[in-house]
């Protein structure tokens, strides 16, 4: 609406009070000129600060927000010598500190501040008893040449590297065998500058696999809240066997594509685990639950059990947004997910084993999931067939059961269900209920089904497959399926 004179009575008011008041500050150009000289000035200083952010050069302009103190010690990294230039190598700095606070573990530990700035180090060790601080702005970068990067024996649920055999480079920040750690911040950042390990594995110019971000091992009571997670060489936060794990308020990114297996969060073997109201945009899977590779893992035994995913917006263009497996060898086991936004993602929620593998998913609830231009949405997949070697056990088959799908959501999704089972690994005791996903195609078969036992209660769209057993909302039997294993499959679509 373009206003005239004669507009409508209430903006008179406001047209008055313009026309008073700019004839007292713009009566000439020259003042105009001046008021827009110095905004422009003002730009190009805000997008400087951009610019060099966490250099301080025009610091002064923004009041530094105090940092709490959480444990009984505060050091600040500056005190060991760190230098936030982006140039300087502080992991002897890190170092350092971590030595300091692994003094005061019988007083409550100690925490580490990292002040704004760009801290450049190599991979280093975290202590117990330890809570690290990223201020506002503080970025932890990761120095991209492998040389600095420590090698370490293979994870023995997984046997070989994962992508090589023999040792494998470890993470950028490391613990075993830890009780009591936190990573917290204003929303710092750890910063893995992955593009040179992306591009050399691409180019097959390493040699060993890649090292994740944040690989925790063997510990308890850890918790990772309020920061950024950036730009892994290969999986983002990689919590090894541990016990009691809580993953909040963390946002982790990396290029959607040709950022390769830069997972978001991998709970691999570990129990009591949460992670909750998280951003997650990767270029691989978001969150891929994992415990150990084949015949590995099977002789390792150790179950991922007791997770609750809820409140997080994830999005993968490559793989999926949560996943559980491939590699679940020792077992996965009640596992909630909910409140779950995934958008423009290729797949939304994926279980994938394959015969070799041995375990167990079973007890696997999702709620309230909603598919936001998804590719495919609901996914079981039996046959991926990715082995460390060839000794694996070609009759060790996975046990698949007791998994439900209630509340589920969306619009311009084009397969909302492909349950692949197969005849030596059934999928069995699958529940839908309240489903309906708007779809980009009307196609006949987009809910797809294979060597699946279970039902549907109320009504579902797109119309499920028929190897589903048919409920009312009442929970009574309508039908029963006659057809459990009957494939209806079609990868083209
Ligand atoms: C850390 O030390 C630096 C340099 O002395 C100082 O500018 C910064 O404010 C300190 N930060 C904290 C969180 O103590
Ligand atoms: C870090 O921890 C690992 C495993 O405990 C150990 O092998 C390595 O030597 C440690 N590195 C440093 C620099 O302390
Ligand atoms: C999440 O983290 C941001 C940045 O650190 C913080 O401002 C916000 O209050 C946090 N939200 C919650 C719910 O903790
Ligand atoms: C934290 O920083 C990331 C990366 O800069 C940003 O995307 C995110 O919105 C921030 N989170 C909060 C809660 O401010
Ligand atoms: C990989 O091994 C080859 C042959 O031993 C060697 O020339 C090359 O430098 C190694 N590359 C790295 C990144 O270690
Ligand atoms: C889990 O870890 C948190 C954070 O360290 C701690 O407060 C809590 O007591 C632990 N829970 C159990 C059951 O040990
Ligand atoms: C995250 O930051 C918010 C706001 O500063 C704070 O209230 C909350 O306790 C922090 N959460 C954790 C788990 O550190
Ligand atoms: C399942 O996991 C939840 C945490 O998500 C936990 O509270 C519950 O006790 C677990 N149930 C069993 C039977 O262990
Ligand atoms: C479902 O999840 C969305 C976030 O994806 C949330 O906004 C909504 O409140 C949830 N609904 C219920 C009933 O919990
Ligand atoms: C099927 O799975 C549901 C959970 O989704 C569970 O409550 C129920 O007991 C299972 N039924 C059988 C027969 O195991
Ligand atoms: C489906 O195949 C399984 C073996 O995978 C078999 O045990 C079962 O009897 C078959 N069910 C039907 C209804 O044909």
């Excluded at 300091?100 to 280093?124: C, D, E, H």
């Excluded at 929620?349 to 709620?367: A, D, E, L, N």
């Amino acid at each position: 609406m373009v206003e005239t004179s004669t507009s409508p009575w209430r903006f008179n008011h406001h047209r008055i009070d313009i026309k008073r008041w700019i004839p007292t500050y713009f009566s000439s150009h020259k003042t105009l000129f001046t008021v827009l000289w110095i905004v422009g000035f003002a730009s190009v200083f805000i997008w400087q600060r951009n610019i060099v952010d966490g250099f301080l050069i025009f610091r002064w302009s923004v009041p530094v927000r105090p940092l709490p103190t959480l444990r009984p010690v505060a050091f600040n990294l500056t005190d060991f010598g760190g230098v936030g230039d982006g140039v300087t190598l502080n992991t002897e700095a890190f170092e350092r500190a971590v030595s300091a606070i692994s003094k005061l573990g019988k007083r409550g530990g100690g925490q580490l501040n990292v002040p704004a700035g760009y801290w450049l180090t190599a991979p280093f060790n975290l202590t117990s008893h330890m809570t690290l601080f990223l201020a506002e702005d503080a970025v932890i970068l990761g120095i991209d040449d492998e040389k600095y990067w420590p090698l370490m024996p293979p994870l023995p649920s997984y046997g070989y590297g994962r992508e090589h055999s023999g040792p494998r480079y470890g993470s950028l920040i490391h613990g075993q065998n830890l009780k009591d750690v936190v990573i917290t911040g204003h929303n710092g950042t750890i910063n893995g500058q992955g593009q040179t390990w992306w591009k050399k594995y691409r180019q097959k110019l390493l040699n060993h696999t890649r090292g994740p971000l944040v690989q925790i091992m063997w510990s308890s009571d850890i918790v990772i809240s309020n920061i950024t997670l950036r730009d892994s060489p290969f999986w983002t936060l990689h919590p090894y066997d541990c016990k009691n794990v809580t993953v909040r308020n963390v946002t982790i990114l990396a290029p959607i594509f040709e950022a390769p297996n830069t997972d978001g969060i991998d709970p691999d073997s570990c129990e009591d685990m949460v992670i909750e109201d998280c951003y997650i945009s990767v270029g691989d899977d978001a969150i891929a639950i994992k415990s150990g590779w084949d015949q590995y893992g099977i002789a390792y035994g150790r179950p991922s059990m007791n997770i609750l995913i809820r409140n997080l917006v994830v999005r993968s263009m490559v793989s999926a947004g949560i996943s559980i497996g491939s590699e679940m060898s020792g077992g996965v086991s009640n596992v909630t997910i909910e409140n779950l936004h995934v958008w423009n993602s290729r797949r939304a929620v994926r279980i994938k084993t394959s015969p070799g593998r041995g375990g167990y998913v079973r007890h696997i609830t999702y709620r309230n999931l909603t598919f936001d231009n998804v590719r495919v949405g609901i996914v079981i997949k039996t046959d991926y067939n990715e082995h460390p070697d060839d000794n694996f056990d070609r009759q060790a088959f996975p046990t698949l059961e007791d998994i439900s799908y209630t509340s589920i959501h969306g619009q311009g999704v084009r397969v909302p269900v492909r349950i692949h089972g197969s005849e030596e690994i059934p999928v069995r005791n699958v529940t839908f209920r309240d489903m309906s996903v708007g779809i980009t195609y009307k196609k006949k078969h987009i809910f797809q089904c294979a060597f699946v036992q279970g039902r549907v209660i109320g009504t579902i769209f797109p119309a499920p497959c028929e190897n589903l057993d048919r409920y009312d909302e009442q929970e009574q039997l309508v039908k029963h399926s006659d057809s459990q294993n009957m494939t209806d499959i079609d990868y083209d679509f």
